[in-house]
């Protein structure tokens, strides 16, 4: 990322995208910002499926929804997806 937009993201939104290593912050700390509408516990299910929203059918988003949570449940039935979008398509 080049400086000049690191400035105008912190100018604009006084929000620090680098860590104290000069390494971007990773998505499990950025979405504690409250830069979105959405809880950060949406946030982290959102980003643990977002590939299996973009490279599945939509008729599949209602189950994409339920991986989401971070239970047991869900943990598996995202590697069931996942294994789909490996091996199917």
């Known amino acids: 990322m080049s400086i000049s937009l690191q400035i105008?993201?912190?100018?604009k939104f006084n929000v620090n995208i680098y860590n104290?290593?000069?390494?971007?912050?990773?998505?499990s700390r950025a979405s504690?910002?409250?830069?979105s509408t959405m809880?950060?516990?949406?946030?982290?299910?959102?980003?643990m499926t977002f590939e299996l929203y973009i490279r599945l059918p939509e008729k599949l988003w209602p189950i994409i929804k339920i991986?989401?949570?971070?239970?047991?449940t869900a943990s598996k039935l995202r590697e069931a997806l996942?294994?789909?979008?490996?091996?199917y398509i």
Do not use: T
């Not at 105008?8 to 100018?11: Q, S, V």
């Not at 104290?20 to 998505?27: L, Q, T, V, W, Y």
């Not at 996942?82 to 091996?87: A, F, N, R, S, T």
């Open 8 to 11: 105008h993201i912190n100018e």
């Open 20 to 27: 104290e290593n000069r390494e971007i912050i990773p998505i």
């Open 32 to 35: 504690k910002f409250n830069l």
């Open 39 to 47: 809880e950060p516990s949406e946030v982290e299910g959102f980003f």
């Open 67 to 72: 991986a989401e949570k971070s239970d047991e």
């Open 82 to 87: 996942q294994y789909l979008v490996l091996e």
